[in-house]
């Protein structure tokens, strides 16, 4: 049997996670192999590589989520429109770059306001920022415990689960409502 190369092994995964129906172990292949990269076919060092590069992507993907929580919750608003770090009297500038050199809101403009409001636990204030943020920040919140499964499972020897269907769609959903609640803000 041919040793399978990280690449085929991430394309094999990603559709096997776009066709799954529920967050469940999956490391069967389509052509009877096995998913796993610790599997027998497949040398001790590549599948201690494969371990160390999957447990440092799911690490920073979940201290990434964490800090954007974390800042949510220390960072604080002014006026509506400007936002602060604990300590610093200055706003931040301006970090849309659509709105500042075009003048003209981006679907995410708001989100760092909305994000900050959910954070201080003001969900109608996340809604006036951008209606989006009330879906999209679970999404984010709920990304540290789902890594930190993933890295113990990796540690463990087990293959990561597969990301349940209804999170892609839940996905889509928050794309679409932060288009359409951008388009509905450019024509009115």
């Given at each position: 049997m041919e040793r399978a190369t990280n690449l085929e092994m991430a394309v094999e995964s990603a559709a096997m996670s776009a066709a799954a129906i529920g967050g469940t172990e999956s490391s069967a292949r389509t052509d009877g192999s096995s998913l796993d990269p610790c599997a027998e076919s497949i040398p001790a060092a590549d599948a201690a590589r494969w371990r160390r590069?999957?447990?440092?992507?799911?690490?920073?993907?979940g201290l990434l989520c964490l800090a954007v929580v974390g800042l949510s919750v220390v960072m604080s608003t002014t006026q509506r429109t400007r936002v602060h770090l604990p300590g610093i009297d200055a706003p931040l500038p301006e970090l849309c770059f659509s709105k500042a050199m075009l003048d003209v809101a981006c679907p995410g403009?708001?989100?760092?306001?909305?994000?900050?409001?959910?954070?201080?636990?003001?969900?109608?204030?996340?809604?006036?920022?951008?209606?989006?943020?009330?879906?999209?920040?679970?999404?984010?919140?709920?990304?540290?415990?789902?890594?930190i499964i993933q890295i113990v499972r990796v540690r463990r020897g087990s293959s990561e689960l597969v990301a349940p269907a209804w999170f892609s769609a839940y996905a889509i959903v928050v794309l679409i409502l932060m288009l359409g609640q951008w388009i509905i803000g450019l024509v009115t």
């Open positions: 590069n999957t447990i440092r992507y799911h690490a920073a993907m403009c708001g989100m760092t306001r909305a994000f900050i409001a959910l954070g201080h636990g003001n969900p109608f204030d996340a809604w006036r920022y951008n209606p989006a943020a009330l879906l999209f920040f679970p999404m984010v919140a709920g990304q540290i415990p789902w890594r």
